[in-house]
């Protein structure tokens, strides 16, 4: 059964500051692993997808790599922005049309 | 145009009645998802529909019942409700019905039973 990790499961930094999010998955049979953020009260927004063929995408100030062999993704943003401020979630697709979510990583950016 | 669109965005219910929820996707999509995010914000799988047939029934309640008239369409009714089911409920869909599309979230439906 997959299971993802996702470390710190909390963060406050000041602005400015370049930061990593980490992700870790059990299986290491993955399709894609894709990384979302959700502002409270608020549905997911897609940020990144890599395939599992992939070894990282990027996107603005957002770069999120794959090392699917140890079962491990990270998500660096550079430069933060307090409207960077939410909650970070990484996903792992699986067999099928199976998506297993981890627990999020709560940042906050400081002004 | 919202691409994933759930009704109704927040409802409150008094434990024991009747409830749907709603979800439409705009995408041209194959797929569509239940998700159910609890208090610690954990999201878990509870159903997938591509075109219209299940593909993932997790183990949820007989009493949550999925109905895909079209492949836009995914509904989500659930009956005798119960105070465990307080809870967001998101919908989503993804391209085809294989496993390299990209995942399109609603805004979610926050359940509050009483």
């Known amino acids: 059964k997959q299971e993802v990790t996702q470390i710190p499961a909390a963060l406050s930094v000041p602005e400015g500051e370049n930061l990593v999010l980490n992700c870790s998955f059990t299986?290491?049979?993955?399709?894609?692993l894709q990384w979302f953020r959700q502002d409270p009260g608020k549905g997911l927004t897609s940020l990144l997808l890599?395939?599992?063929?992939?070894r990282e995408q990027t996107s603005g100030r957002l770069n999120a790599s794959l090392d699917k062999s140890s079962g491990r993704s990270t998500l660096y943003i550079a430069a933060s922005q307090p409207g960077d401020s939410a909650t970070y979630l990484c996903?792992?697709?699986?067999?099928?049309?199976?998506?297993?979510f981890g627990e999020g990583t709560q940042l906050t950016v400081n002004p | 145009d919202t691409a994933v669109s759930q009704t109704p965005k927040y409802l409150v219910t008094q434990m024991g009645n009747d409830k749907s929820i709603k979800c439409e996707q705009n995408?041209?999509?194959?797929?569509m998802y239940w998700y159910k995010q609890d208090s610690k914000k954990f999201l878990k799988i509870m159903f997938s529909?591509?075109?219209?047939?299940?593909?993932i029934n997790e183990t949820v309640p007989n009493r949550f019942s999925p109905k895909s008239p079209d492949k836009a369409h995914l509904n989500l009714h659930i009956n005798s409700l119960e105070l465990g089911d307080s809870a967001v409920y998101f919908c989503?869909?993804?391209?085809?019905?294989?496993?390299?599309?990209?995942?399109?979230f609603g805004e979610g439906s926050r359940l509050t039973v009483l």
């Open positions: 989503a869909s993804s391209p085809g019905g294989g496993v390299a599309g990209e995942l399109f």
């Open positions: 299986d290491s049979a993955i399709y894609n």
């Open positions: 890599i395939q599992s063929s992939q």
């Open positions: 996903a792992v697709r699986t067999s099928g049309s199976r998506l297993t």
């Open positions: 995408l041209g999509h194959d797929t």
């Open positions: 529909y591509n075109n219209k047939e299940l593909i």
